[in-house]
């Protein structure tokens, strides 16, 4: 058990005096409001006088003074109450958390159960529509392959992709292949370069970006500070980004301070509910929080993930948009890390992550995320398992391939038109075909640096990218690079939790707003996406199973050879076959061919003095019918029956269908060995000598969630070839 | 498509691939319009967050400053890089420039950046702050 990855993970004792806490510390302060003349006088039992500069914005910009009596006198099950039930509208909720204070969201928030949680968040969320966020980053910052890796971003259906860079002078090269590369698969996906804040804003004011996310706030002043920001600054700093047109979304989370020894001996959660309250008094549209980087401080101690889910429910009762974490890997064991992300894909969030590693882990800058490129098809499965919109979908093989070479060919050629790098036909081509940096070779990584300086220093902005792009051939890429910019000057895309659809209209609060009120009602998927969240590319129907038969067809080896008649030789042992057996059916789920099978049971029998006689029969599907007839046909009276799946037995004529002499019934491990086995134990029923006891193979793999859908699937071609009238017919084996 | 304008005053349906590989597209063609954010304010307004409204509009009053000057009062605006003095000055110019927004939010950094520690010292370090 100690070898199971989970013990890879650091559990922390709950230790309050390091913030060590996730729900309730004992040192958190009690909720408290005081308004004196319309002026909040004291804030969570500090007095004005003491207010530190993150309670002194709060209490100045955060708090709606018209409605706090009303909401800090609601007993905090009453509140919590109001958070699930589903004839409280959102509106409500929405109202009457603008005139809490942290510590009062902290204590409602940690009443509510996890699957209460989940209700809370189906409901208070902005947008309808759920959306996800990628990471999309290289280790070489290699443009050609982020400029592909944004299209399968794109593709997949993400509508927000985020990327940063190893070599911080490298980030102009990659919002530019980003931008082209996203492009490519869909219209009006965001771009973000997450870098120092001056240096991102200037990425944006070019027109290279189009969103931000990386504004770091902090539950307590010290840590602010430390942080080289104070509530006025980044407050400023939002309307920066407002003023350039850039959509922007603050970050936080629970563990940050406690990893920078300043939690102050507060909970996870009271020091994140200072963090929502200051976005929202700041000004800021959303919140990036769910941990984050200190996701696995969080998941360290007691309730750790209830109080990361509470966290972007928090922002949500702050009517701001949520994004939703889970970017961060917070365990070694596949089993956390997705308990972790479930509930808050099932639930339904504005951004189920805040990045999932689109690319691989060991290329994700960021660190890897909690979901990466290689659990894609996991996601995607569970998407459709649970019936709910995780924002992605299957993308067939080929259309992948083709974005990747649009993508990695334009950005080639911007570059080169553009005189920032030339790059080689094998380096677009590996960029094409590799699933990380590492399948790219030795590539020269102080070109891309050139190429980042060049566009940095010559001022190129989007308006350069889109003549690039009109010259080299992509009329289409720089016409949709156009349409997006006249899209964001419209304003639309700076309100609550808004994306750009891929039809470039805007969902946000405003234009999408939540309308969940409990069963029946909220978002569901519109059919057209609801078949593409079913149509996973593994799903297989009895066709396609017709057609993966039919290329193991050998016409003519099992011919049919009139009526089958009595037997009356007491070495003579029919072995019954499934009407579509030498039709339809040819494989076995082991993957044997059926003839093969039947020489090894006709060599068993053989082995042992019997004659075996293959005989179909056409009226049933049911193994212990067609072993019974077989048996009843037999002169020896001993039948073997054997369905195209390649399940077997031997019956004998005297006994109820179910009650066979021997059944090996998991199909998939059967070997030729033990259908060999078979044939020869049948023999011996018949001779009246002792059977060798048969060993079904017993395997700890899940070996009906393989095989039960094709088993489904054969048992239908089988049943369309029954035919009630149909006389035991016998076939001949060539 | 909307009617919106770019801060230059062209309209957004104007601006087009061939414009810019015309070289008739500048930067400021790309800005988005004070009154786009206004219109955006109000929204928000409505829909129950009169701190994004006021966010934009703070927004809107910018859109007239130049990229350097934005990024110099961010800079200006962490700690330790100011005496409140600066910061009243600061305060004092952006209001005779009819940015008021602003000119609020960096005064009310001001007072606090004072009382909290926050602001640079003549030594050039910042001030302890007082404990909690």
């Known amino acids: 058990m100690d070898r199971q990855r989970v013990n890879l993970d650091g559990f922390a004792v709950e230790n309050a005096e390091l913030g060590l806490i996730a729900l309730r510390s004992p040192y958190d302060p009690e909720p408290g409001l005081t308004i004196t003349d319309g002026r909040i006088t004291e804030l969570d039992g500090v007095p004005e006088q003491d207010f530190d500069s993150i309670d002194t914005f709060i209490a100045r910009h955060g708090i709606d003074p018209s409605v706090a009596a009303e909401a800090m006198a609601l007993p905090d099950v009453a509140f919590a109450r109001l958070l699930t039930d589903p004839a409280v509208p959102r509106g409500e909720i929405i109202r009457l958390s603008a005139g809490a204070t942290p510590a009062k969201l902290t204590r409602v ?92 804003l200037e990425l944006g004011m070019r027109g290279l970006t189009s969103y931000a996310e990386t504004v770091s706030l902090y539950g307590t002043e010290q840590v602010f500070t430390d942080g080289d920001d104070t509530p006025w600054s980044k407050a400023f700093l939002t309307s920066a980004y407002a003023s350039r047109g850039m959509k922007m979304r603050v970050s936080s989370g629970a563990g940050a301070e406690v ?65 939703s974490g889970n970017d961060a890997l917070m365990s070694e064991s596949d089993m956390r890390r997705t308990s972790r992300t479930l509930p808050i894909v099932l639930a339904g969030s504005d951004f189920a992550f805040s990045g999932f590693g689109s690319i691989q882990r060991y290329d994700n800058m960021f660190g890897p995320s909690n979901f990466n490129a290689e659990d894609i098809d996991d996601f995607l499965a569970m998407q459709r398992d649970w019936g709910v919109d995780g924002g992605l979908r299957t ?159 050998v016409p003519g080896l099992l011919r049919p050879a009139g009526a089958a008649a009595q037997g009356t030789d007491p070495r003579d042992v029919v072995i019954g076959v499934s009407p579509a057996v030498g039709r339809d059916v040819w494989r076995c789920l082991s993957g044997l061919a059926v003839p093969n099978v039947l020489r090894e049971i006709l060599a068993g029998l053989e082995e042992e003095g019997c004659v075996g006689r293959i005989v179909r029969f056409g009226d049933t599907v049911d193994l212990g019918q067609i072993g019974l007839a077989a048996a009843r046909l037999s002169g020896s009276g001993i039948g073997i029956g054997l369905q195209g799946k390649g399940t077997a037995l031997i019956h004998r004529r005297d006994l109820a269908p179910l009650a066979n002499l021997e059944l090996y019934s998991v199909a998939p491990t059967i070997t030729p060995e033990l259908y060999r086995l078979l044939g020869a134990n049948a023999a011996r029923h018949a001779k009246g000598a002792t059977p060798d006891p048969a060993r079904n193979p017993y395997s700890d793999e899940a070996i009906e969630a393989r095989y039960h859908t094709t088993v489904i699937a054969l048992m239908e071609l089988e049943r369309r070839r029954v035919d009630a009238a149909a006389g035991p017919e016998t076939l001949v084996l060539s | 498509m909307t009617e919106a304008r770019a801060l230059s005053g062209k309209k957004v349906t104007e601006l087009t691939v061939d414009a810019m590989r015309a070289g008739e597209i500048a930067v400021a063609d790309l800005r988005i319009h004070p009154e786009t954010l206004e219109r955006q304010a109000q929204a928000a307004e409505r829909h129950a967050n009169p701190q994004l409204a006021e966010n934009l509009r703070r927004a809107a009053e910018l859109t007239s400053l130049p990229d350097d000057e934005v990024l110099a009062i961010y800079d200006a605006l962490r700690p330790g890089r100011s005496i409140a003095a600066e910061l009243t000055a600061l305060a004092g110019s952006l209001a005779d420039r009819g940015l008021p927004r602003c000119a609020a939010l960096v005064a009310e950094a001001a007072e606090v950046y004072a009382r909290r520690g926050l602001v640079r010292l003549p030594s050039g370090g910042t001030a302890p702050r007082t404990p909690r």
């Open chain 1, 109 to 200: 928030l940690a009443v509510l159960k996890p699957h209460e949680l989940g209700m809370a968040m189906a409901k208070l969320r902005s947008r309808r529509t759920p959306s996800n966020q990628a990471h999309v980053t290289n280790r070489l910052d290699d443009p050609l392959l982020l400029a592909a890796d944004a299209a399968t971003a794109a593709a997949f259906g993400f509508r927000e992709i985020e990327t940063t860079v190893p070599v911080l002078d490298d980030a102009p090269s990659n919002a530019v292949a980003c931008l082209i590369g996203a492009a490519v698969a869909s219209q009006g996906v965001l771009i973000q370069c997450s870098v120092e804040e001056a240096a991102e």
């Open chain 1, 259 to 323: 990893l920078m020894a300043g939690a102050e001996r507060k909970s996870m959660l009271y020091l994140e509910a200072r963090c929502v309250a200051l976005a929202r008094a700041l000004g800021a549209q959303g919140v990036q929080n769910g941990g984050i980087d200190g996701a696995s401080v969080a998941a360290a101690v007691p309730n750790g993930l209830r109080e990361l889910m509470a966290e972007n429910v928090m922002v949500m009762m702050r009517n701001l948009e949520s994004c």
């Open chain 1, 395 to 553: 993308v067939p093989p080929e259309r992948l391939a083709d974005v990747r070479r649009e993508a990695a060919e334009a950005c080639r050629a911007v570059y080169g038109y553009l005189g920032l790098a030339d790059f080689t036909d094998e380096h677009v081509a590996r960029a094409i075909d590799a699933a990380g940096s590492k399948d790219l070779g030795e590539t020269d990584t102080l070109a891309v640096l050139t190429a980042a300086h060049a566009i940095r220093q010559r001022g190129l902005t989007v308006v350069d990218i889109v003549t690039a792009l009109d010259e080299c051939g992509y009329p289409d890429l720089a016409e949709r690079t156009v349409a997006f910019l006249q899209a964001r000057l419209g304003g639309d895309y700076l309100q609550t939790s808004a994306i750009f659809d891929e039809q470039l209209t805007v969902l946000s609060l405003v234009t999408d707003p939540n309308d969940y009120a409990g069963p029946g009602t909220g978002y569901e998927p519109a059919p057209e996406r609801r078949r593409e969240i079913d149509a996973i590319r593994q799903a297989r129907g009895v066709e396609d199973l017709r057609e993966s038969q039919a290329r193991f067809a």
